[in-house]
Structures are given as C-alpha cells and as structure tokens.
C-alpha cells in the first residue's frame, strides 16, 4: 500500500514538475516559419542524395554538413533552439512539417512530368535517328543505311571510277583505228 502512495505521489510530483517549465523561451534570433520550411526541405533533400549524387557534390567543394547552414547563415546552435522552440509549439510545427510535405510532393510531381517529358523526347530522337537510316535505292526498295554498308559502297566506287566508261580523248581514238 505505502508503495502505491510512493508510487502516485512522485508521478504526480513529475507530472507537475515538467508541466511548470512552460516550454522552451522563444529565442532572440528565432528563425522563421518560411526559412524553417526551405531549411528542412534543403536537409531533407541532401538527406536524400544517392551516394554517387554526395561524390559528385563532395567533388565541387560542397560540404554536405554544413551545406544548409551556410547556405541560409544560420548556424547549428540557431537551428537547434528553433527547432526546439517549434517542436515545442505542436501548432506551429504541425503548420511547418504540412508546407514540407505539400512542397515535397509538388516538386516531386513536376520532376515526374519533367522525366515522362524527356523520356518522350528521347523516343522521339531515337525514332528520327532510326528514320534518318532508312534509305530508298533507285527502285524505291527500303534499304538500311549504316556505316558499314556506306564505307563498302564508297570503296567498290572508287575501284570502279574509269572502268565502265573511258573517256573518249584523241590517243584512244588513234588506237581505235
């Protein structure tokens, strides 16, 4: 018995204890809701790079650690207590982590539209490329144009130059008599 009033009491105690901190002070360079979004997108963003992506970035001078920070002049002490402060304001963050998915989902959408975009345009230039070696003979026979059969024809063409047809010129004339 005496252990379940110990038990309750210091719960209670806990309880009123946590609740009369009131959270955490606003702080003085607090960053904004809109910059928090954008600083969040960025990290989740490079959070997500592939890990040729990270080699590529890391390869251009870009510190994947300090990218975000740098990029916004914030610093990781200023991103932890705003970070803190919101996460506190359940409000608020749920306001902040709706933008994000919102945002996410619409850059993801318009990067879908852009790849079926390009991959229809690449069909296309590979169709035209196929078309381009499509080649009539003389008698309207489709042959297939590559480089192989091109460089035997420029060849069998300059053994023939001269053989079928020898111009006419006044020493084969005296010859002919």
Known sequence: MIKRL?????????????????????????????????????????????????????????????????????????????NEYYAYHINDYEEIYNTITDSLEKLKKVLNEQKLK??????????????????????????KKNTLTEDLLKKKIKEDTGILINPASSTNRQSLK
């Open 6 to 82: 110990i038990l309750s009491l210091s719960l209670v105690l806990l309880v009123v204890a946590c609740n009369s901190f009131g959270g955490p002070k606003k702080p003085s360079n607090l960053i904004s809701k809109k910059t928090m979004v954008n600083i969040l997108i960025d990290a989740r963003l490079m959070g997500s790079a592939t890990t040729i992506n990270k080699k590529k970035m890391q390869e251009h001078g870009i510190a994947l650690e300090s990218y975000v920070f740098e990029k916004y002049g914030i610093d990781s002490l200023q991103f932890a207590l705003s």
């Open 118 to 143: 390009e991959e229809k345009e690449q069909k296309k230039r590979d169709k035209d490329s196929i078309n381009a070696l499509e080649v009539k003979d003389s008698l309207g026979v489709i042959v």
